[in-house]
């Protein structure tokens, strides 16, 4: 299993829309944000409905899981579609370190 990163927001019950939302105001149009989708080896499909892909590139691409609870949320951030050692690597230094930075400063996120 690839290790992912973790935001713990500290409001229960934010949904794929909100952090969705979030990911497109920061990100800009040079990302597509595609909720309940994953990848796997360059290949969308369907995924579970707290998924969210985030992609730049074909070789750029993040996976985004979603876990409301009763006090707060958990977002977990991970590398998608590219399994080899140098793309994981690229994954994680560019498009996962920039997701996990826009969602764990967003104030609309937080409910600040």
């Known amino acids: ?3 992912m990163s973790s935001i713990m927001v500290p409001r229960p019950n934010v949904t794929v829309e909100e952090v969705s939302a979030v990911l497109r105001d920061k990100l800009g149009s040079h990302y597509k944000v595609t909720p309940a989708v994953t990848a796997h080896f360059h ?3 369907s995924g579970r409905a707290d998924s ?3 992609k ?3 070789f750029e691409q993040a996976s985004i899981r979603v876990i409301p609870g009763d006090n707060d949320t958990e977002i ?3 590398s998608a579609a590219n399994f ?3 793309g ?3 994954n994680r230094a560019s498009i996962v370190r920039k997701v996990h930075h826009v969602l764990e400063h967003s104030p ?3 409910g600040i």
Request: charged share 10%; aromatic share 8%.
């Open 1 to 3: 299993m690839v290790p």
């Open 43 to 45: 290949h969308e499909s």
């Open 52 to 54: 969210i892909l985030v």
């Open 56 to 58: 730049r590139h074909w």
């Open 76 to 78: 977990h951030v991970g």
């Open 84 to 86: 080899t050692p140098t």
């Open 88 to 90: 994981y690597l690229i």
């Open 108 to 110: 609309d996120l937080a």
